[in-house]
């Protein structure tokens, strides 16, 4: 059974910079299709970048040239760089991953999650 630890996520200014990094235990994500996802408290989920087995990317249009999702698979692990951070991108980031031949930027099939991390951008 594929688990998820996160790290990473905080408070910043608008403009600034944050890394989370998501740790897969269990599975080898490589073979996944793996994304990060965020949530603002009463409203759905929403994908933010999805990253393939072939390593194909598919970013939301609010992130684009703004957020670098990357994996390091000798160290199992999924990152998202997160740039030039607006107020708007304040959420709780997930990371989490999905079997099967599809990787869409959408939350549903995805299992299991990460526990989540805050990320507070201020202006």
């Known amino acids: 059974q594929v688990q998820l630890m996160q790290s990473g996520g905080g408070s910043v200014q608008a403009g600034g910079s944050l890394r989370l990094s998501c740790e897969a235990s269990?599975?080898?994500?490589?073979?996944?299709?793996m994304g990060w996802f965020r949530q603002v408290e009463g409203k759905e989920r929403e994908g933010v970048v999805v990253?393939?087995?072939?390593?194909?990317?598919k970013y939301a249009d609010s992130v684009k040239g703004r957020f670098t999702i990357s994996r390091d698979n000798a160290k199992n692990t999924l990152y998202l760089d997160l740039n030039a951070l607006k107020p708007e991108d304040s959420a709780t980031y997930y990371c989490?991953?999905?079997?099967?031949?599809?990787?869409?930027?959408?939350?549903?099939?995805?299992?299991?999650w990460g526990q989540g991390s805050q990320v507070a951008v201020s202006s």
């Open positions: 269990g599975g080898n994500i490589s073979n996944s299709c």
């Open positions: 989490a991953t999905k079997v099967g031949l599809t990787c869409p930027l959408t939350y549903q099939g995805f299992h299991p």
């Open positions: 990253i393939a087995r072939n390593g194909g990317k």
